[in-house]
């Protein structure tokens, strides 16, 4: 089902000054399979390419290292680690141990955590989830984030969610019911949300649309844009959502985004239109018009500008991707 912005307009996500979801939704994020891992003391694990990877330290302590000449990073109890469009990297407690691959799949069991995380002192345990998405838009959506993103047990927000949701996953892969791989996948999907929330709060100082989601008036006008990128926003309609004059909202949105609006609604309008020419059986013409462009000309000159092909060609290469 293509998202119109209508469908757009009558979300949650508008009202709520809800930056994030409508983002979500375009590139397709979708948890694939979890494993959980509590391997013997000595040991290396090798993780091959993948489209996104996040690891969940439940107890013990892990090193992570992203690459051959990675530092490695000390991961304990609570904290997690995101990959987006990872390369491979190793999980290890002795790096002297030789690297035994690990394949993406869906093998379940994490030891009894009724508890919720267990303590740092104790034999290293883990789960480790794959996900999907766009590849297209998440490469230039999620640019932003270091590699590998970690998130520390004391930053992840509110207080105690972890815990819970590891005991829900240590629930759901404690035996395989109707419905477990599914639940999993759910499950997946909101700790990944949770993470990029905590990850975004927690870096506020940086810069790009995730952290400045987090800031109460600039998420606002995100919102807005990500929402409906169809209308013909203007920076003072902008600045009246985000309840700032004109020439501190453009100030503020750029220090935080790092692009003027009129640039960061010209980048939204074209990953919306990629995810309509994928999904949808909508002409260039009616991509072009619910995405906000004047006309089915200025979009595919836009669209040429960045993908070096046309709308066209790019849909028959990337349809069902």
């Not at 883990?126 to 230039?140: I, Q």
């Not at 639940?183 to 929330?197: K, P, Y």
């Not at 609006?261 to 239109?273: E, F, K, Q, T």
Request: with cysteine; charged share 20%; net charge negative.
């Amino acid at each position: 089902m293509s998202q119109t912005p209508e469908h757009f307009a009558e979300t949650p996500a508008l009202r709520s000054g809800d930056a994030l979801s409508p983002i979500l939704e375009v590139i397709r994020l979708r948890g694939e399979g979890l494993s959980a891992f509590s391997p013997a003391r000595g040991f290396t694990l090798e993780f091959g390419p993948a489209r996104g990877v996040v690891h969940v330290v439940c107890q013990g302590r892990v090193q992570l290292a992203a690459g051959i000449d990675a530092e490695p990073i000390a991961l304990e109890a609570g904290d997690v680690a995101v990959f987006i469009q990872s390369a491979g990297h190793q999980i290890s407690d002795d790096w002297s141990v030789l690297p035994q691959p690990v394949e993406a799949e869906c093998r379940l069991g994490l030891p009894p955590l009724d508890a919720g995380l267990g303590q740092v002192d104790g034999d290293p345990a883990w789960f480790t989830g794959w996900f999907s998405f766009d590849p297209v838009l998440a490469k230039h959506l999620f640019s932003i984030l270091p590699v590998p993103l970690v998130v520390r047990a004391n930053q992840i927000v509110p207080k105690g969610w972890l815990d819970r949701m590891v005991q829900l996953v240590a629930l759901e892969t404690s035996i395989i019911r109707q419905g477990t791989h599914v639940a999993t996948s759910r499950l997946l999907d909101l700790l990944l949300i949770q993470v990029l929330r905590s990850w975004a709060i927690a870096s506020s100082n940086q810069i790009g649309w995730l952290a400045a989601a987090t800031d109460d008036r600039i998420g606002r006008s995100l919102a807005a844009i990500h929402a409906d990128p169809a209308h013909a926003w203007t920076v003072n309609e902008l600045a009246e959502l985000a309840g700032m004059s004109r020439t501190v909202f453009a100030e503020r949105f750029a220090q935080l985004v790092g692009h003027t609006p009129a640039s960061y609604i010209a980048c939204w309008r074209l990953d919306h239109a990629t995810a309509l020419l994928r999904t949808s059986d909508l002409t260039i013409a009616e991509v072009a018009f619910r995405s906000g462009f004047a006309s089915a000309a200025a979009f595919s000159r836009a669209f040429r500008q960045r993908f070096a092909e046309t709308p066209q060609r790019w849909r028959q290469q990337h349809r069902g991707a």
